[in-house]
C-alpha cells in the first residue's frame, strides 16, 4: 500500500500528491527527488514500484519479505538498506520488532515499511528541515536511521529496567527464583543484539563517506548516528555479560537458601527427638526404675524435658540456624 | 556415476545428452559451457572425468572423499568448491549433512554430490534463467551456492523449533530433565556452525569479484546468498548462547527443584513426629500419670494430636512448603 | 554557568577575566587561545558559546545532555572529546561518574563538566608549564585527560581493595553468602569498562598525531597517557575475571559449607537415636525379659547407652564430621 | 645419530649412503639437494651437522632441545621449521607428542626428530614422486609437513571417539561420575590445541608463497596441507566447546541425581515412619483404651498399618519417587 | 643507588669504573656505549643520571615508581623499555615481579632495577659475547630481554606444577575443598598473564626491524626471543582454562561427595529404624499379644531384628551406598 508520495525540490516539498505513474517521470528532474512511503506491500503493489524505478530483482524480493537482518547493500546506483524497528510492550514485557527498507537514490528514495514504526513523523520532521533536504535523498536516508537508532534507546532503558527488576528478584528474600525471566531477558537482549549489531558497519561506511550518494554534509550526521548506536550497543553487551552473572548468582542463591532450610529443618528435628527419647527411656519396663515411681516424678520430667528443648532452640537461635 | 551431461550455449541448454568423451571438446567451444553432474563417484569413475578435463590430483582426492570442510580453492583457471548440505531429519530430531563439490571453470563444471540433495531441481531452475546462464559457468556455481545456503533456512528453522521446545521443558512443573537433550542440541548446532561458517569468506570472495571466471553481474547475487548466510550464521551464534544459558538455567532449575522437595519432605516428616513424640510421653511409666487415669483420656490425646497436626499442615500449606 | 574565561598567550594566561563576548574576538588573535570553563549548562547558556564560536549543532547536542560515551570526533577544524570521570563513593562502596566535554580549536579550549570533577585544579597545573602551552589549545586537552585518566587509578585501586574483601569473605569460615556484593562489584566493573574502554583508540589517536591540530611536541605525553589507561584497562579486564572465579567459587563454597552442615547434622541425629532405640527395646512387653529384673538393669542401661553416644561422638569428631 | 644421508638429483635418489663429511659438498652442486635425517642428537653429533651447514646457533639450540613450539623461521637463506607430532597411545587413553624440526635451504634438508614418527616412511612415499622432487627442497619440507599433518586426523578421531564415550557416560544410569574424565581430556584437547594451532599460519606462508626457496607448484600441495590443519584445528576448537559443555551437564546430572535418591530415601522413611507412630499410640497406658482389650486387636491394627504402609508406597511408586 | 657503570669499545668493558659525571662524555665516543646500572633509585639520584643523558620527563618519572605495565616507547632517539620480572617463591607458593626499565641509545643503556632481579650475571654474560657487543647498545637490551623471558620459564614450570598438585587434590578421595588453592591460583596467572602479554608486541617490533637503534644482526635473537616468550604466553593461557575447568569440576565433585555422604547417611537411619520400629511394636499395651507370652519371644525378636539389619547392610553395601 502507497501511504505518500511526494516530489522534493530545493529542501522543500512540492505541493500536492503524486500517482505512481508520475513519480517516475518527476524523479528525473534535476535537483529534485521523490519519495515513496510504502506499507507491508503485495508482491503486485510492489512490482509496479519497482518497474518504475527498475529496482533490482534481489532487493525486491528482501523488500517484500520481512524478516531480513540489518544489511546496507548497494545495486549500481541504489543503495538498499534494510534496518530493524524495535518498542518495547509495557503490557507483555516484551519487545517487537519491524523493518525499515529504503531504496535510497540520487533522484528517489522509496521507504517499505513492515510492522509498527512511524515513518510519517520522520517525514514531517525531515521536512521541518530544508537545510538538510537540499542535500538530496540522503537526508531521507539519514532521518529514517536517526529515527530507528533514537528508538533503540527507550527500549535498551526498559530492559534495563526489567534487568534492575530480576536482580532484585534473584537476591530479594522473598525466594522467589527469577530464573525463567532472566533466561527471557536473555533471549531479547539477544534478538536486540541481532538487531542492532549490524547496522554498526553500515552506519559507519555511511559516515566515513564510502558513498558519493551521501552528501559530505551528512557524514557528521551520520556519524553521529554511528555514536548513539555505539552507545546502545556498548549497553547491550553490558546486558549479556550481567544476565550471565545474574543466572549464576541465582543459582548460588538457590543453593545457599537450600541450606538454610535444611539447617533449620534440622534444628526443628532435634529439638522434637528430645521429648521422644526422654519418654522413651521412661517408657522402659525396668522392675528398679526410681524415678517411676516420685511423686513428681512426671511434670519433673516433662518440665525438664521443655527446658532441654527451650536452651536448644536459644542455641539455635543465636547460631543463625532458626 | 554421472547424472546428467550437457552444453549449455548462450544462455541455453543444447539438446541432447552428451557422452563424457565428447564433452571436454563441446567444453573448448567458444561462448559455451557443458556441465557434468557426478553422483558419489567411485575413484575409477572420476578418473575418467579428471582426465577428461585435466582436473588437480588433489581437488581430484578431496571430491572422492566425502568429509570435507567448506572452502574455495584456485587451482590454476578452475575454481574448486566444497559446500555442505543440511538437511533436519524430524522422526530424529537430528541434523544430516552431505556435500557438493563444484570445479568450475570458462569451459566446464564439474558437480560431485555426496549424500542426498537435489541438484536435479537446482539445473532445471537455473535453466529457467537464461539471463543469468548467458554469464557463464558462474552462473551454475551461483545457483548451487543460492540452493544450499536457502536449504540452511528450514534446518535451522527447526532447530529453533526444538530449542524452543527444550526451554519450556526446562522451565516446565513437570520436574522432567531436559540435560540430555541441550547437550545434544548443542552438538547439532556445533555441526551447523562447522558446516555454516568457513562458507562466509568464501562467498564473501565471490561477491567482491576475487576471481574474473565470475561475470561482474553475478556478484550482486552472490552477496545475495552472502547476506543469507550471515543471517543463518547470526541464528546460530545465538543459539550457542541461548542453549549454554539453557543448561545453566536447568541446574538452577533442579537444585529449586530439590528444595522444594525437602521441605515438603521435612513438613511431613515434622507432621509425623508429633503424635510419635506425645504417643512416647504417654507410654512412660511412671505412677503417677494423672492424664493415664482420666476417663476421656485416650480420646482427649489423640484429637489435641490430631490438632496439633492440623495446625502443622495449615501452617507448612500457608508458607508454601507443602 | 561560565565558570572561568581566559586568554592564553605565549604560555601565559593574560591577567583579568574575559567577559563571554569578546572571547571569540581574542581567540582569533594569532598564538593565543582563550579557554572557557562552563559547568552543566543550560541549553540557553549554552547557546550563547556555541554561537560565539561557532560549534557545530550536534555537538553541542551532546555537550548540554550527559550520559554520553567517551569519544573523539572531528567537526571540521574543531575536536570534540568527551572523558567519563569517575569517583569512588567510600561511604556508599559505589562508583560515581561524570562528565567533561571538550571543544577544542587551534582557537579556543570550550570545557563542559558534569559531575563532580575539579577543573579548575588542572588549569592551576597547566598554568605553571608555559613550555606546554606555548604548544596551543593542545596542552589543554592533554591537561584535562592527564587528570581524567590519573583520576581512573585511585578508583581501580578502592575497587581492588573492594575485591579482595569480597574475596576474603568468599573464603572466610563465617559462612557469609557474598554473592549480592560480588554481583554488584560486576555491575560496577562493568560501569567502569565502559567508562575506560572506548576513550583508548581515541588517546591512541592523538597520540600517533592523527590530528594536526595536535602539536608534535605533546604526542609523546598523549603516549604516556595511553599508556596510563591501558594499565587501568588492563586491570578492569583482570577484574572482570576475578569476579566471575569469585562467584563461582562462592557457589562451590556454599555446596561445601551444605555438605559440612548435612554431615553434622546427620551425626547429632545417629547419636540421638541411640538412646531412643535401646529405650524402645526395653520398652517391650515380653513377659520374658531378664535385664528387667535385673537390680541394676536401669543404670547399667543408661550408662551403656551413654558410652555407645561418647564413642560415636568420638568417631564423627575423629572423622571430621563433627 | 644420523640416521639416513643421501643426495636428490633430477627428483631421484643418487644411490649409496653418503658420510657426513661430503654431504655439505654435494649439497653444493647445481640442481641437486642432501637430505640427512637425524634422530634425537646429543649437543656434540649435531654439531658436526650444524658445522657442515653453517646452521644458526639458535635454531641450533631449539633442535638440541625437544619441547617447543611449533613455528617457523628464516635464519638467512634457510627456513628453520618445527612441528608436533602426536600419536593416541590407545592403552592409556592418552595424546604422546613428539617433534620433527628441519632446516630447509636450496641445497639441503637436515631433518631433526625427537620422540616416535616415521620419518624413513616420508622419505620412501616423496621418493615415488620425481615430479615433486624436481622442484627441490621445498618437496621434502612438503612431505614431512603433510605426513604430520595427516597424523593429527587419527588422534582428533581417537580423542572425538573418548568424548562420545564420556557423553555417554554423563547420560548413563550408571550414576557414575566421569567429572575427572572430562576434565583429562580436557587437557589432553588443550595440549593438541597448542600443538596444532601455531602451524596453521606457518603453513599458510608456505602456501601462499612468502619464501622464494618453495617452488610455486608445490604452494598448492601445501594449500591442501594448510585446509587440513584446519579441518583439525576446527574439531578441536569443537572439543572444547563440547567438553566444557559435558562438565556442566555432569553437574547437572550430579544435583537431579541426589533429588532422585533424596526423594527414594524420603518415601521409605515415610513409610517406616508408619508402624513406629501407630505402634507408639497403642504403647500409651491409658487406663481406659478400649482397642486394646479387643481379642483381634493387635493383629486388626498390624494389618492396617501394613495397608497404610502399602498404599503409601503404591502412591510413591506412582509420582515417581520410589 | 648506581651499581655499576662502564664504557663499552668494539665489543669489550674498558678497564675500571666510571664516575658518572664522565659517562655522558665518554658516551659521546664513536662506537662505545655506556652501560649504568641503578637499583631502586631516589627521585634525586636518578635526576643526576637523567641530566646526564638528557633523558625525557616521563620515561623517567615511570623509572623511578616502580607498578609500570611492560611497554617499549620511544622517546627522540632512545629507546624506553619497561619489563616485569618474576620469581616463584616456593615457601609460600607465590609468584612476585619485579620491574627492569631501559634506558637504550645509540650511545647508552641506563638500565633500572626494581626488586630482585640479577642484572649483574647478564652483564657478565653479554662480556662473554664481543660478537654480539660489536652490534652496540641493542645487544644489551637484548641480553636484558633474554634474560627475563628466560626467567618465565621456571615460573610458569612451578605454576604448572601447583595446578597439577590442585587437580589431584580436587580429585583425591580425601575430600578436601581446594576452592581457594584454585582461586589463588587463577589470580597468580592472571598476574602472569599482565606481566607477559604486553610484552610479547614489543619484542616482535624489536625483532621485525622497527627501530634502526638495533642492528640488524641482533634481530634474529630478538625473534628467538619472541617466540620464547609466545610459548610461555600459550602455556598461561592454557593454565587459565584450565583452572577455570578445575573450579568446575570441582564444584562437581563437592555436590557427588554431598550425594554420597547423603546416600550413607540414609543407609544408617534406615538400618536403625529398624529395631526402633520393631521394638515399638512389642511395646504396646494390647491384652492379646501371643508373642509376649512365648518364652523365648524376647532372643526370637531381638535376633529377627539383628538379621534384617544384617540383611539391609548387606544389600547397601552391595549398591554403593555403605
Chains 1, 2, 3, 4, 5 share one sequence.
Not at 541504489?78 to 518495547?88: E, G, P, Q, S
Not at 542463591?253 to 521422644?276: C, F, G, H, Y
Request: hydrophobic share 45%.
Amino acid at each position: 500500500m502507497i501511504v505518500d508520495c511526494a516530489v522534493y525540490e530545493d529542501g522543500c516539498r512540492c505541493a500536492g500528491d503524486l500517482p505512481l505513474a508520475e513519480a517516475g517521470e518527476a524523479a528525473q528532474r534535476d535537483g529534485s527527488f521523490v519519495w515513496i512511503g510504502v506499507f507491508e506491500p503485495s508482491e503486485q503493489e510492489f512490482d509496479a514500484v519497482a518497474r518504475e524505478f527498475d529496482l533490482h530483482e534481489l532487493a525486491v524480493e528482501d523488500a517484500v519479505n520481512a524478516h531480513q537482518r540489518p544489511k546496507l547493500e548497494v545495486y549500481g546506483d541504489t543503495l538498499f538498506v534494510v534496518l530493524k524497528t524495535v518498542r518495547y510492550v509495557h503490557d507483555r514485557h516484551d519487545v517487537e520488532s519491524g523493518e525499515i527498507m529504503l531504496f535510497v537514490n540520487r533522484d528517489f528514495v522509496v521507504s517499505v515499511r513492515h510492522g509498527e514504526s512511524k515513518l510519517h513523523d520522520v517525514r514531517l520532521q525531515i521536512e521541518r528541515r530544508p537545510d538538510l533536504l537540499r542535500c538530496g535523498a540522503g537526508a531521507v536516508l539519514y532521518a529514517v536511521v536517526d529515527r530507528v537508532v533514537d528508538d533503540y534507546e527507550p527500549v535498551v532503558q526498559a530492559v534495563e529496567a526489567d534487568i534492575q527488576d530480576v536482580e532484585h528478584e534473584v537476591f530479594a528474600p522473598t525466594r522467589s527464583n527469577p530464573a525463567e525471566r532472566i533466561y527471557t531477558l536473555e533471549r531479547e537482549v539477544l534478538d536486540l543484539h541481532r538487531a542492532v549489531t549490524p547496522l554498526t558497519p553500515a552506519i559507519d561506511k555511511l559516515a566515513r563517506g564510502h558513498y558519493e550518494l551521501i552528501d559530505p554534509e551528512l557524514r557528521t550526521y551520520f556519524r553521529d548516528a554511528h555514536d548513539h548506536i555505539l552507545r546502545v550497543n556498548g549497553r547491550i553487551e553490558a546486558f549479556r555479560d550481567l544476565l550471565s552473572s545474574a543466572l549464576q548468582a541465582n543459582l548460588t542463591q538457590a543453593a545457599v537458601r537450600q541450606n538454610e532450610d535444611m539447617r533449620k529443618i534440622s534444628a526443628w528435628v532435634a529439638i522434637l527427638a528430645v521429648p521422644t527419647g526422654v519418654a522413651a527411656i521412661y517408657g522402659m519396663n525396668f522392675d528398679h526404675m526410681p524415678e517411676l515411681e516420685w511423686a513428681y516424678g512426671y511434670p519433673l520430667v516433662l518440665g525438664l524435658t521443655a527446658v532441654i528443648c527451650l536452651m536448644l532452640y536459644w542455641r539455635f537461635r543465636r547460631s543463625g540456624w532458626l
